[in-house]
């Protein structure tokens, strides 16, 4: 018998529209990380989070921030 060496690719049947291709990749955006305003320092931080330069979290002293290493 004989043996045939075919690749096969995946061809698309019909060209993709600019604005159909655009709608699948509409949640593809990168998002920015929900941001808030410290209350101890007014430094902005990621919401949740311990704040990197004051240390206070919830308006509790969580960590101590030495002023050497700034």
Same mark, same amino acid.
């Given at each position: 018998?004989? @043996?045939?060496? +075919?690749?096969?690719?995946?061809?698309?049947?019909? #060209?993709?529209?600019?604005? #159909? !291709? #655009? *709608? $699948? $990749?509409?949640?593809?955006?990168? @998002?920015?990380?929900?941001?808030? !305003?410290?209350?101890?320092?007014? @430094?902005? +931080? !990621?919401?949740? $989070?311990?704040?990197? !330069?004051?240390?206070?979290? *919830?308006?509790?002293? *969580?960590?101590? +921030?030495? @002023?050497?290493?700034?």
């Amino acid at each position: 018998m004989m @043996e045939l060496n +075919i690749q096969l690719f995946a061809v698309p049947d019909h #060209r993709v529209s600019k604005t #159909r !291709k #655009r *709608k $699948r $990749r509409s949640h593809m955006a990168l @998002e920015v990380p929900g941001m808030v !305003k410290c209350p101890n320092c007014g @430094e902005m +931080i !990621k919401a949740h $989070r311990v704040c990197p !330069k004051c240390g206070y979290y *919830k308006g509790e002293a *969580k960590v101590e +921030i030495n @002023e050497d290493d700034e």
